[in-house]
């Protein structure tokens, strides 16, 4: 079994903001990947950005050049870098591992205003 707990969500005007973490415990020896999911009231979970390694990341198009998924294996933690945030990101943010979810933390609300 693995653990995952997120942090860092909030509320922050449109253009700010904010870094997202995913400390996993448990059984992380066996994650090799890493993904960020969001939910938005209303719409399904899309993948917004996973990570294989560190040179193997890949984003939806709705988040790049804006967002940057990143990983501390020494930590056991995922961070999810959120720039430039626009209203349309406000969502419930899960983080996931491996990338294609077995596990899945609980969920942190990011909201944007106007």
């Known amino acids: 079994q693995v653990q995952l707990v997120e942090s860092g969500g909030g509320l922050v005007q449109a253009g700010g903001s904010l870094r997202l973490s995913c400390a996993a415990s448990?059984?992380?020896?066996?994650?090799?990947?890493m993904g960020w999911y969001r939910q938005a009231p209303g719409k399904q979970r899309e993948l917004v950005a996973r990570i294989i390694s560190s040179d193997n990341t890949n984003y939806a198009d709705t988040v790049k050049g804006r967002f940057t998924i990143s990983r501390d294996k020494v930590k056991n933690t995922a961070y999810l870098q959120m720039n430039s945030l626009k209203p349309e990101d406000t969502a419930v943010y899960y983080c996931a591992a491996p990338w294609i979810p077995v596990y899945w933390g609980r969920g942190t609300q990011v909201t944007v205003s106007s």
């Open positions: 448990g059984s992380i020896f066996t994650i090799n990947s």
